[in-house]
């Protein structure tokens, strides 16, 4: 438990509350207060918040604050409703008009503040690396390197390096995106103890031929994972199956718990045990899921409450299921080898400035 998880949050807010109204000009307690009220869950008041300082002082800091938050959590919109209320004689009704947001994207808003903010070259790498992950987001992989390489220039972070990776990883270039996958791993941290730049690393090196250094990789990872609780075996494999160790990549996916793993994991597999010549295997593994499947539908198409939508669309996905696992033997027993789509991870953290929770520092106040 963080020692954060104590703090009487609601408290604290209406105390700021108090604070703000006494003095309403004061940005900094007004972004103070919209990151508690982010902590209370109250997002609606965080973005009045967020908004009344950007109109009281537009600065890097209130600026960038209330781009974040649209980009993270969209924006929150009106919406007026009428609830017809009994008056206790049940003859007459009135009607109260009850006020509700509903939530939209807003990552057009965010954008435009942001890139906005990038033109006074600000001299802190949080917004280069949100504008990074808006480019990715919207694949577009040569603008994300350029901002990118401006914001690890400044700070080097496991984000913007490892996001940097995968630019290049999108665009081919796999000596580059293993160079920044292998920078962004050692800089883990309590904001972000991801392993998947790691990973990204290993299954670069694999594609390069890199073998030994690939192989490396995959069992400093499989000692995280194991020792971190991450359980990312499956994915860890993915190296041994690149490099065509199928006897290693075997060995890890034998150890799997099958019940808790998608069909999609099975044409790998499947396909190694193959080349291992283990028939009896495959056809083990593959009668146990299709039976366990088989079971799990009827169970639902005889439940009694479970609606008859829900009923019809899970005994299809489940026929297709089943379809793909048997069309899957069949071609992999014709020596149809199953490509790996490796798809590195978007990293990102919390880029709120003044969050302390995650000990974020605040730029000047100053406007621009």
Not at 148 to 166: A, D, I, R, V, Y
Not at 291 to 300: A, F, L, N, P
Request: glycine content about 4%; some cysteine; aromatic content about 14%.
């Amino acid at each position: 438990m963080s020692k954060y998880d104590e703090i009487d949050f609601e408290k604290i807010a209406l105390q700021m509350k108090q604070q703000v109204e006494q003095d309403p000009h004061n940005v900094k307690l007004r972004n103070e207060l919209a990151i508690v009220f982010m902590e209370t869950n109250e997002y609606e008041e965080a973005f009045f918040q967020l908004q009344a300082a950007v109109e009281i002082k537009p600065s890097v800091q209130t600026l960038y604050n209330l781009a974040y938050f649209y980009f993270t959590e969209g924006k929150p919109i009106l919406e007026a409703t009428s609830n017809t209320k009994e008056t206790g004689n049940f003859e007459k009704e009135t009607e109260e008009e009850c006020v509700s947001y509903t939530w939209e994207i807003a990552d057009e808003e965010a954008f435009d503040i942001v890139e906005d903010l990038l033109k006074s070259k600000p001299g802190h790498y949080f917004p280069y690396n949100l504008m990074g992950e808006m480019y990715i987001k919207e694949e577009k992989y040569e603008e994300a390197i350029n901002v990118l390489k401006k914001g690890s220039n400044l700070t080097p972070s496991l984000e913007n390096l490892s996001n940097l990776g995968l630019c290049y990883y999108k665009k081919g270039m796999l000596h580059e995106a293993a160079e920044c996958f292998h920078k962004a791993h050692p800089l883990r941290s309590c904001n972000n103890y991801s392993l998947f730049p790691l990973l990204s690393y290993g299954i670069c090196l694999a594609q390069l031929g890199r073998g030994s250094e690939a192989r490396e990789v995959a069992k400093e990872l499989l000692f995280l994972s194991e020792k971190e609780e991450e359980a990312l075996e499956a994915d860890i494999a993915e190296i041994y199956y690149i490099l065509g160790d199928y006897e290693e990549f075997v060995n890890i996916y034998s150890k799997l718990d099958w019940d808790f793993y998608s069909e999609e994991f099975l044409p790998t597999y499947f396909y190694s045990l193959w080349k291992l010549s283990k028939m009896k295997e495959i056809e083990e593994l593959a009668s146990k899921t299709i039976q366990r499947k088989e079971k799990e539908m009827k169970e639902v198409i005889q439940d009694p409450d479970e609606e008859e939508d829900f009923k019809d669309e899970y005994e299809e996905v489940t026929i297709e299921e089943i379809a793909f696992i048997k069309n899957t033997i069949r071609e992999v027993y014709n020596g149809k080898a199953p490509i790996i789509d490796y798809k590195p991870e978007v990293e990102t953290r919390c880029y709120l400035y003044g969050c302390f929770r995650h000990t974020n520092t605040n730029p000047t106040y100053f406007s621009i």
